[in-house]
C-alpha cells in the first residue's frame, strides 16, 4: 500500500509490498505475489486476506506439524509504537518550545526567523523523502525530520502567537489532541472501517486538495494577495475543516498500519516508520487547525 500519509509518499505496512508486507518499491494493489518474496500476498483491504507473515521467521511458531506456539521474539509491539512515537512527537516539542525561545519574531528579527523556519521545512521535507524511498526505517533520518519540523512549527506558532491571537496555538495544540483521541477510540469501536474503498477515497481527497493548495500559492505569489482564497475567509474556514478531516482520515490509515504490523509480525524496527507516520500525521492536523482557527479569530 502506498503513503497513507497526506503530505509525503512513505510505504507503510501492507500486505502487498515488498520485505514482509513492508516497504516495497513498487506498490502491488490487489496484484499476485512478485518475484520470491514470500509476504507479499496480494490487497492489504481484500475481504479474508492470507497472513502475509505466515513464512515470517519473527511470527509464532504454532502452525507447523502441531508444535507449541513459542513467544515472539523481534517484532513490533504497540508498546514499540508508542515508545518511538513518543521520542519522535517529543523531539518535534522540545525543538518547537527552543525556535520559539531563541527565533524572536518581532519586526526587527521576523525576516530573519522565517528565513530560518522556511530553512528547516525544506530540510525537513528532505530527510522525510529520503527515509520515504529507504528500504528500512532510519532512527536517525526520522528524529532529524522530527527536529526540523519542530523548528518551523516553533517560528510558525510564536508568529501566529504574536500577530494574530494569543492563545490560540494552545487551542490548536487541544484541538490536534482531540482529533487524535476521537478518531482512536472511533477505530477502536468500529465506527471507522478501512478498507480499499475508504483508502482510494482519502488518498483521491488528499490528492484534489493538495493541488487546489499549490495552485493557490502559485496565484499568490505570482497574482499577489491571497491567490484563489482558499486560505482566508469563508473558503479558508471550508478548507481548514477539509484539512482537519482529511487529517483524520489518515490518523485512521495509520491506525490500520499499525494494527496490521503488530496482528502479523512485523520486525520491531518498523515500529519507527508506525511514529514516523503519525509524527507527520499530526503535524499535518496541527498546522491546519492553526491556520483555521487563525481565520476565525481574525474574522472575530
Known sequence: MRSSNPVFSRRGFSRDNGYAGFNA???QAGGPAVGTNPYAT???????????YATNPYAPQDTQLGAPQQARGNVMTIDDVVSRTAMTLGTVVVTAVLSWLLLPVDPANLGKSYGIAIGAALVALVLSL???????????????????????????????STYIADGVVIQA????????????????????????RFYGFVMAAAMGFLLLMVANLLFSVFAGGDGL??????????????????????????FKQVEDGVNYGAPREEAWLAAFGLTMTLVWIYLEMLRLLSILQGDD
Do not use: H
Not at 145 to 151: D, H, K, L, W
Open 173 to 196: 495544540v487541544l484541538g490536534t489532541m482531540a482529533v487524535f483521541a476521537g478518531v482512536l477510540v472511533a477505530y477502536k469501536l468500529g465506527w471507522i472501517r478501512v478498507n480499499r
Open 130 to 160: 529520503v527515509q520515504s524511498f529507504k528500504r528500512k526505517p532510519s532512527p536517525a533520518l526520522i528524529l532529524g525530520y522530527a527536529a526540523f519540523e519542530g523548528v518551523f512549527l516553533g517560528v510558525i506558532s510564536a508568529a501566529v
Open 25 to 27: 518499491q513498487q506498490p
Open 42 to 52: 496480494g490487497n492489504p483491504y481484500a475481504e479474508g486476506a492470507a497472513n502475509p
Open 229 to 254: 482564497g482558499f486560505r482566508s475567509g469563508g473558503l479558508g474556514i471550508l478548507f481548514g475543516v477539509i484539512g482537519v478531516i482529511l487529517g483524520a482520515c489518515f490518523l485512521a490509515l495509520d
